[in-house]
């Protein structure tokens, strides 16, 4: 990443040296789609795309923020005595919202500070800008005020910015992979008890690509809360017969058995991708261990099918990189990645094929959709953490 002007931008608009420097990754779910909110298991990594910030505290209460990737935004200022969500802040209600709540939970932060952002994750791909502000913004503070906060607290204090002061219903996922993420590991985590285990992915003879489709994911809010409310009627009717708390409960034999109790055919579908997919990812567990690529990739498959045919989240952009991708030699695996309508895929792909694999997806992709889309390598990296001054180059 190119942030050779990060300590540059921080002396020009601030006339002083920041004190240090962090960075918060990315992140892709490898397996495990909207199953988080199912009560069920997640297989997301951290990746080496993020955003960087250096910062400085201040001897006052104001705060002053700026990021490289909105210009236009210039510095964006508020009080440590007034931190409500602010439609004109924009971007900066995410540092905004850690803060407030960071002070909330009795964490002594007595100044306020200068800091400059900036991030090299595509903006509305669905790898997880916001949760890497949060995050970035949770370890800034740490390193900053010496605060101690516990991982999993920032991560829970991450999801309490992005439910209650951006007003967005989402899960815990994106949080926990970005605090958590381990290079050359993939974290399994169960989304009702938080229990999680890291799995090596071993990658040597192999790339995982991300594949931008360049649609933004318009529909995704309003669908994904449809699709969150169908889940819930199907275990409401589950549970006229069946003990359970969550979809993610169930075996595919039990849900099998028990699925005439759900009487809408759609909502019966909706729940059987809850199922089915969290038992995939389970099994993804068992062959990562193994070191079994081929039969990751082919439950990777099996996951984009039942996303297409069962929860339909993935719309036309999706399916043509996905079902192109399948075509292509040396394709372990492909599918999309995160709420669907838009967004990225991934796949995995043999070294030597890559570049053959861009040029031919992509051509299908401009052919059948009319634009570009975007393929980037990507690395799996660690967690949100402080960094050398040096790094942020």
């Known amino acids: ?28 779910n490898l397996i495990g789609e909207h199953t988080d909110y199912n009560g069920g298991h997640v297989f997301p990594c951290a990746i080496t795309y993020g955003t960087y910030a250096v910062a400085k505290k ?6 002053r923020l700026y990021s490289a990737n909105f210009l236009e935004k210039g510095i964006i200022e508020f009080d440590l005595n007034h931190l409500e969500y602010a439609k004109e802040d924009n ?34 791909a669905g790898l997880s800008s916001s949760a890497s ?7 800034l503070l ?13 991560i829970k204090l991450g999801k309490q910015v992005e439910n209650q002061f951006i ?9 926990f992979a970005i605090g958590m993420g381990q290079k050359d ?3 399994l985590l169960d989304c009702q008890t938080l229990s999680y285990e890291y799995a090596p992915i071993k990658l040597e003879n192999h790339k995982i690509l991300i594949m931008n489709t360049n649609k933004r994911r318009e529909l995704a809010d309003s669908k994904y809360n449809e699709r969150r409310g169908e889940c819930e009627e199907a275990l409401s009717q589950l549970q006229q017969k069946l003990p359970i708390e969550a979809l993610g409960q169930l075996s595919e034999e039990e849900f099998d058995a028990n699925q005439s109790l759900i009487t809408n055919e759609t909502v019966r579908k909706r729940a059987k991708h809850a199922v089915y997919e969290n038992m995939r990812t389970l099994k993804a567990l068992q062959e990562l261990k193994a070191g079994n690529l081929e039969a990751f990739g082919k439950l990777m498959n099996q996951s984009h099918l039942s996303l297409r045919d069962d929860y339909e989240v993935t719309g036309i952009e999706l399916d043509r990189l996905v079902e192109a991708a399948w075509k292509q030699p040396g394709v372990l695996g492909a599918r999309m990645t995160g709420a669907g309508f838009g967004g990225c895929a991934i796949a995995i792909v043999e070294n030597e094929k890559v570049d053959n694999f861009v040029a031919n997806v992509g051509a299908a992709y401009r052919e059948k959709i009319g634009y570009d889309a975007d393929f980037y390598v990507a690395s799996i990296g660690d967690g949100a953490k402080e960094v050398e001054m040096e790094a942020v180059r």
Not at 1 to 28: C, H, W, Y
């Open 142 to 154: 740490n390193g900053l005020y010496d605060l101690e906060i516990p991982r999993l607290e920032l």
């Open 91 to 124: 971007w900066a209600n995410y540092p905004k919202g850690m803060i407030h709540y960071i002070i909330q939970a009795g964490y002594p932060i007595s100044t306020g500070l200068d800091c400059v952002i900036q991030g090299n994750i595509p903006n509305g």
């Open 58 to 63: 201040r001897d006052d209460q104001l705060v």
């Open 185 to 187: 590991a993939g974290i």
């Open 167 to 175: 007003g967005v219903n989402s899960g815990i996922m994106d949080q």
């Open 133 to 139: 502000i949060e995050l970035l913004t949770g370890v």
């Open 1 to 28: 990443m190119n942030v050779t002007t990060l300590k540059t931008t921080f002396q020009d608009l601030f006339q002083s040296e920041p004190e240090k420097a962090f960075f918060a990754p990315g992140r892709i």
